[in-house]
C-alpha cells in the first residue's frame, strides 16, 4: 500500500489506486480493520516525525498573509522537484505568525507596517512627517494610525503641520503628493486665500521646505457602491473636531455642513 503512495503522485489517482488496493487485500480475504488501519497509517503517517521535518516559515501577520501562504503552497513542488534527496523539503513549509515588532516600513515580501513614511520616489518625500502616530502639537493627544500611508496615499484625510505647530486638516481625493505640491507653491507665492499659505505669511515663516504632512486615514472604495467621496468629507469634519483644528486652536475654518442636511 505505501508503494502504492510512492509510485502514484497525483493525489486523486492516489485515494482510488489505494482504495483498489485495499479492496484486493479485503477480497484475499485480510480483516477488513486491519486493512483500513494499514491506509489509514499510509495516508496519514507518523505526524510527529514528518512535522520536525517541515520547515518552518516564521513570519510576521498581515493582510497578504493568506496570499503569501497560498503561493508558498503552490510553488513548494519547485524545491520538492529540484532537491528530491532533501527531506525537508518534501513537505510544505510550516507557517507560523510572530507577533508584531517595531519593524519600520516594508518588511519582508511587501508586508506593510503601519504609519506614515515617504514614497521615496517624489519630490515631498522630504517634507512627510513621519512615524506610527500624530502627536498633536501644543497638547497630549496622541493618534495611533491605523493603516500604511505613503506620498501616493489617495483618498486621503491629512493633516498639514506649520512650523509654528498650527495645523490643518483637509482631504484630498488625488495622490497627496499633488496636492503637497499646490500647497508649497501658494506658500512660495504668499497666496492670502489659502490658510496655511496665510498663515506662512502672518508668522514670517520663511519657506515653504518648513511644513509637514501626515496621512490620518485613508477611505477604501465602499461597498455596495457607497459614495467614498462622501465617506472622505464626514472623515475629514470627523478629524476636525477630534485633533481641535478649527480656528483660532487650528488653521481649519469651516466645514460644510451642508453635506449632513
Ligand atoms: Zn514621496
Ligand atoms: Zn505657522
Redesign the pocket.
Known amino acids: 500500500m505505501s508503494r502504492v503512495q510512492r509510485l502514484v503522485s497525483d493525489t486523486q489517482e492516489r485515494g482510488v489506486q489505494s482504495q483498489k488496493m485495499c479492496q484486493k487485500f479485503i477480497d484475499r480475504g485480510y480483516p477488513k480493520n486491519i486493512v483500513q488501519e494499514a491506509q489509514l497509517w499510509v495516508n496519514y503517517p507518523k505526524t510527529s516525525k514528518k512535522q520536525s521535518e517541515c520547515i518552518p516559515f516564521v513570519t510576521q501577520y498581515s493582510d497578504y498573509s493568506d496570499s503569501i501562504v497560498q503561493v508558498l503552497r503552490r510553488h513548494w513542488y519547485i524545491l520538492k522537484n529540484a532537491y528530491p534527496t532533501v527531506n525537508e523539503f518534501k513537505l510544505p513549509p510550516l507557517i507560523s505568525y510572530r507577533q508584531g515588532k517595531t519593524i519600520e516600513r516594508i518588511t519582508f515580501l511587501g508586508m506593510r507596517t503601519k504609519g506614515m513614511f515617504p514614497c521615496l520616489n517624489c519630490v515631498q518625500c522630504p517634507y512627510v512627517h513621519r512615524g506610527r502616530e500624530f502627536v498633536r502639537p501644543n497638547s497630549d493627544l496622541k493618534i495611533h494610525l491605523r493603516g500604511y500611508y505613503t506620498c501616493v496615499s489617495k483618498f486621503a484625510v491629512y493633516v498639514l503641520i506649520?512650523?509654528?505647530?498650527?495645523i490643518y486638516v483637509v482631504e484630498t481625493t488625488q495622490m497627496i503628493k499633488l496636492r503637497i505640491s499646490q500647497q508649497r507653491s501658494a506658500i512660495n507665492l504668499g497666496n492670502m486665500t489659502l490658510p496655511v499659505a496665510k498663515?506662512?505669511v502672518e508668522?514670517g515663516?520663511t519657506s515653504s521646505d518648513q511644513l509637514r504632512f501626515m496621512v490620518l486615514e485613508t477611505i477604501p472604495p465602499q461597498k455596495r457602491g457607497g459614495d467614498q467621496e462622501l465617506k472622505l468629507k464626514k472623515r475629514e469634519v470627523c478629524w476636525i473636531n477630534k485633533l481641535n483644528s478649527l480656528y483660532p486652536a487650528g488653521l481649519n475654518r469651516d466645514y460644510d455642513f451642508f453635506l449632513f442636511i
Not at 506649520?162 to 498650527?166: I, K, N
Open positions: 506649520c512650523p509654528c505647530g498650527l498663515n506662512f508668522k515663516h
